[in-house]
């Protein structure tokens, strides 16, 4: 069972073009990090957000946490090439003491 | 400050045999975590070192162990390699235990295993 569902799976956009990226959960987690990883190459951390409700912004990313902390959102604002990658959202369980991985959503902005 | 690094990057094997990983850490790390990515299963914890002791473990059968160094370096090992071990395996490191929260992870660029 995975425990972090994240949509689309794959999406393909033009340059210049908005979108969003869902990471849902039927479970509350005490924290939910975003990554993002290119070929070759592992996750890079873009953000980590904790309490709920909070909006954190990275440029022209914005990631959202739900209220009650079983889900999180990221938007991107006029995606541009160099936001190709698989995103990633992981979220930590309270007492677990380890990340548990979405499924991934892999982007692909044309020119 | 150098980031961390996995030897080797690639790496064939048939099955039956056994295969060791390296992680190096990030200079002053004393965590160590590892992962499997597969196009399947996604990025899954294997399990976490701190100062050379298992701190955490996921759900992997005990072929896979693994095993951390006083320098913090830390290596992992699988045996009796299997078809489906065929995957991307990644290590992060962290000034301290990972999975708080509050610690940020470092990946490596990670050792992709063929088990043929």
């Known amino acids: 069972t995975q425990l972090l569902e994240q949509s689309p799976q794959f999406l393909s956009i033009q340059e210049g073009e908005n979108l969003t990226v869902y990471c849902n959960s039927s479970s509350v987690f005490s924290s939910l990090q975003w990554y993002r990883q290119e070929p070759g190459e592992g996750p890079v951390l873009l953000v980590t957000?904790?309490?709920?409700?909070e909006v954190k912004k990275l440029k022209r990313l914005t990631f959202q946490f739900g209220d009650a902390r079983k889900d999180s959102s990221l938007h991107i604002t006029a995606a541009q090439p160099g936001d190709t990658g698989l995103y990633l959202c992981?979220?930590?369980?309270?007492?677990?003491?380890?990340?548990?991985f979405g499924t991934g959503t892999r982007l692909k902005v044309l020119a | 400050k150098a980031g961390v690094t996995q030897t080797p990057r690639y790496l064939i094997k048939t099955r039956g045999q056994q295969v060791t990983l390296s992680c190096s850490p990030i200079?002053?790390?004393?965590?160590v975590s590892w992962y499997q990515q597969t196009p399947g299963q996604g990025l899954q914890f294997l399990f976490e070192y701190f100062s050379e002791t298992q701190r955490n473990k996921g759900n992997f059968p005990g072929r896979f162990s693994g095993r951390q160094f006083s320098n913090s370096r830390s290596e992992m090992n699988v045996s009796t390699l299997e078809l489906g071990d065929s995957a991307l395996y990644l290590c992060?490191?962290?000034?301290?235990?990972?999975?708080?929260?509050?610690?940020?992870?470092?990946f490596g660029p990670g050792t992709r295993l063929l088990v043929l």
């Open positions: 992981a979220g930590n369980r309270a007492g677990t003491y380890k990340y548990i």
């Open positions: 200079s002053g790390h004393r965590s």
């Open positions: 992060a490191s962290s000034l301290a235990p990972s999975g708080g929260g509050q610690e940020t992870q470092y």
């Open positions: 957000v904790v309490t709920g409700g």
